[in-house]
């Protein structure tokens, strides 16, 4: 015999080969552990077999309405049992699971739909308000399924014809998943904040959906049975992946519809919690608990935090009540983290000011994440590992998306040269731990959410007053960080900040708003180059 | 646009899609961990940064002698580092690691080299003599490298011209891998004992053994750092791929010549080890060291046990030691386990039978296999999960192997019908779980090594004395099992159970000796077949 004898009549076949997926996960927890809770929300308990026929049942009734292989369905939940639901119909049926930030306006929202095609929308009754008016926008017409709590019933008006439990209602529990064919096929789409005026609709694969879940598990120690906390919203890049992890631990999902001190402290008490995720300002939340109505927690509880690095006194605060903080930083367009700072055990007997600084890093990378690396975007070669030459932070493997949807230039531009270009700065140290710099798109992030400073620039050069305008980021105590406009106004012409605030609140969703608008001469290069960095300098002080 | 809109303009690129390979998770470890401790042996300690290089120049000084993808690498080596590298070194080439059972008999080691085509055989002084005889009968002449312990120097002679340090030393550290081009590329074969005369060649990829490599995380709750002691042979199907798992969580291999109770104690409380693997026989020898030599060790340590399930007595000696005991149960063709008994806390406080008789099953499926069930193999349905009804196991998933080397046939007799076929017959229990009963191809279990009843048979029959032969499991507690042999004499011939074991040995490695030889008449079904069951009670009964 000759040539390689291991490529000749061992084939691909059904008993050796199936695309990863992890729909996968729940299939094996409703096996295994049936009678185990699930979820948890309000007085609600729903085991594994329930969850799983719930799912089942969803597809079901999604394919009996014709939705199946590439078609999208939009969500507009908070972190509730259906939003858990839908990360494992919806795949199921061979459809595109679409979760909107449900803090989005309505204009985008409505681009939202119309660039994804919805042909269903479930609509949790507390956003009804700005859906109706994003469904009037959009020129897609998607079959419109409401969901009224009945946990936290909402005043919101329905939508549609059909509930969310009429829905499941009509859908086979034993139904049989014929989905993913092929581990590359979607599963979801996340849409960025957008860095120009209209966002980029991220697409998700089964296969890498499956291993960042699977990586969770391992970055984050999760056992069998961890007890996981909502408090990082779902429409984050598919609650970073976590809505699938905990069924590869046969977890607890413990629901929550809005990050409240008072409520994170009770159910962690409630219920056992072992891990939770959020952006800084969900540690600042939980730390803004009057100490007199704190109770110590029996064990330590995990906490992954992204975005800002964790400052050192809300780092502090956090480990005297029993957390142990985790820093993450990714993108939407690598599932949410893959990058994690790994902690060594001999830093924690550092000086402080050195601890603080090892904190401030991203890290490495993700076990399932192929490549790390700070590059210059022009040569694509690495910066040298001296913790000061910037470059722009680099990924490729498994977990970088497919690409943004019907955007093909695009999609080319931000995996050329066999690397993700992720926009964002960074410097690489000597043991290979990456810090990051600058955004070099100019990403504001307050409260975990992303904001385009672009797009409030856009929204003040819309009013007639404004003759140029620049938006930075201003660190701030609660949100991390908030918009902060700098604007030169037409000769002769007037406007005070409170009317641009204002003007700004028509055409962006209210996390968007600046939050301090200053009138000046903007600071320019000689070719006419606005120079934000000394912008920032001036937000910095106050 | 119309059609899947996901199909479209999102495919594959270099920096969104990698194979899957285990060899990335020694490459992430030797980045994030190079200080950390990868090896002990002996008095040798060896760090991450070192165990890449080290790997690294293997391949390199492998690809220099014309071995790359697709060819054999055989290996004869004790748990001893090299055989540590070469699960990293010889995929990285593109070769495929054929890892020997060191304890196999000349003739069937020369069908292997021949079979799978050796290019290169490494092999530790030790088994110089088995493999100088084997080298005479194969056909094959793979260029040759000795391995002489310098922690434990063996009297063997050298058997090649090159020593494996000096092969090394000719390697380049800094040997960047191309391998595998395709995650379906083989990274090992190994053989099994052979229910025929001849052992079969299962093929392994990398797909396979990066999900059991981080499978084994999840099941056997490895931490980062774990400390991992070599007491299951890295020969047995890759060391169920903890060779690659350890990596995963750059935790520490304590390597180990020989099962020795007083050594495994001692590196125990030496290294603090965490997790350890073996067949039962591991087990009985730790617990063999007198209470006198026995100190209590820090921790509870984790003990992964396959093969026969672990008898009660022993699980009881074992706890009281520090260890927890975790049953799993697997074949050569799924990567070693895949089967885990997943244990529920209720069941610690059930009456002691019924918690026994949970304990005695092989348990359900691990979290990357796909599907495990029992079935009739005639009709491929499953049977009632009524824990009474005998079927045959059957595996399905990215965890079943590609294939038999050169056996188109054997390859598809056992994946047909899209399932893998294991020969073992089990039953199923309401709650899912599985429990063997009988195997269908009469494997004897000794030691942890698997035994083909058929070939002791066919040795025996070799014998000019011998009229008819029939060879079972007894049970024998130090081994597990022993081959005991029931044999019909030809009419006016004589021969004494010595005379026949003797015999044996000419032809079989000394673990697949008969240790009983019991004449008899055998008896036989109304179509002359041999009633196997009835010797079963014989050799049961003493």
Chains 1, 2 share one sequence.
Not at 239 to 255: E, K, L, Q, Y
């Amino acid at each position: 015999m000759s040539g390689n004898i291991y490529a000749q009549d061992l084939p691909k076949t059904p008993a050796n080969f199936v695309p990863l997926t992890p729909l996968s996960f729940l299939e094996r927890a409703a096996d295994i552990f049936p009678q185990r809770i699930a979820v948890v929300h309000g007085a609600l308990r729903r085991n594994y077999r329930d969850l799983h026929a719930r799912a089942r049942k969803l597809a079901s009734a999604l394919e009996k309405r014709g939705i199946g292989e590439g078609d999208t369905v939009a969500v507009m939940l908070a972190n509730t049992p259906p939003m858990i639901e839908c990360h494992y119909g919806v795949p199921m049926c061979g459809a595109v699971l679409n979760a909107l930030n449900t803090r989005l306006d309505a204009a985008t929202v409505a681009f939202i739909l119309d660039h994804g095609e919805a042909k269903v929308l479930i609509t949790d009754c507390e956003f009804a308000p700005v859906m109706k008016e994003a469904l009037a926008l959009a020129k897609t017409k998607p079959v419109i399924i409401d969901f009224d709590d009945p946990e936290f019933p909402q005043s919101g008006e329905r939508l549609g014809a059909l509930d969310y439990e009429a829905l499941l209602a009509g859908g086979d529990e034993t139904y049989v998943r014929r989905f993913p064919k092929d581990e590359w096929d979607a599963i979801a789409l996340n849409y960025t904040s957008g860095t120009t005026s209209n966002p980029k609709g991220v697409v998700y694969h089964h296969r890498g959906a499956h291993l960042l879940a699977t990586d969770n598990v391992l970055t984050c120690s999760l056992p069998d049975g961890a007890v996981y906390l909502w408090t990082l919203p779902m429409f984050h890049c598919n609650g970073w992946c976590f809505p699938w992890t905990i069924s590869a631990v046969a977890g607890t999902h413990v629901c929550l519809r809005a990050v409240r001190a008072r409520a994170i402290h009770d159910l962690i008490h409630e219920h056992g919690v072992t891990h939770m995720c959020g952006a800084p300002i969900v540690m600042s939340t939980i730390m803004g608990l009057p100490e007199s109505e704190k109770k110590p927690y029996p064990k330590t509880i995990n906490f992954m935090t992204a975005g800002a690095p964790p400052p050192e006194a809300v780092l502090a605060a956090m480990k005297e009540q029993g957390f142990n903080v985790t820093h993450l930083y990714g993108l939407t367009e690598v599932y949410g983290p893959a990058v994690v700072n790994v902690w060594k055990d001999a830093w924690n007997d550092l000086p402080i000011g050195e601890y603080a600084a090892l904190k401030a890093r991203q890290g490495v990378r993700y076990t399932m994440l192929e490549g790390l690396d700070v590059m210059d975007p022009e040569t694509m070669t690495s910066v040298p590992r001296d913790g000061a030459t910037m470059g722009e932070v680099m990924f490729r493997g498994n977990v970088v998306m497919k690409g943004y949807l019907k955007n093909k230039v695009a999609t080319e531009d931000s995996l050329a040269g066999g690397w993700f270009h992720s926009g964002d700065l960074a410097v690489i140290y000597p043991d290979g731990y990456i810090q990051l710099k600058d955004r070099s798109k100019d990403i504001i992030i307050s409260g975990g959410e992303n904001i385009s400073s672009i797009e409030v620039e856009d929204a003040l050069y819309k009013h007639p007053a404004v003759s140029s305008a620049a938006v930075v980021a201003k660190p701030d105590e609660k949100w991390g960080e908030t918009p902060c406009a700098f604007v030169e106004l037409k000769p002769g012409m007037k406007a005070s900040a409170e009317e641009l605030i204002d003007w700004c609140a028509r055409h962006l969703a209210r996390f968007k708003l600046p939050k301090h608008v200053i009138f000046t001469d903007l600071p320019r290069t000689s070719t006419g180059k606005i120079q934000k960095f000394k912008l920032r300098d001036k937000a910095n002080q106050g």
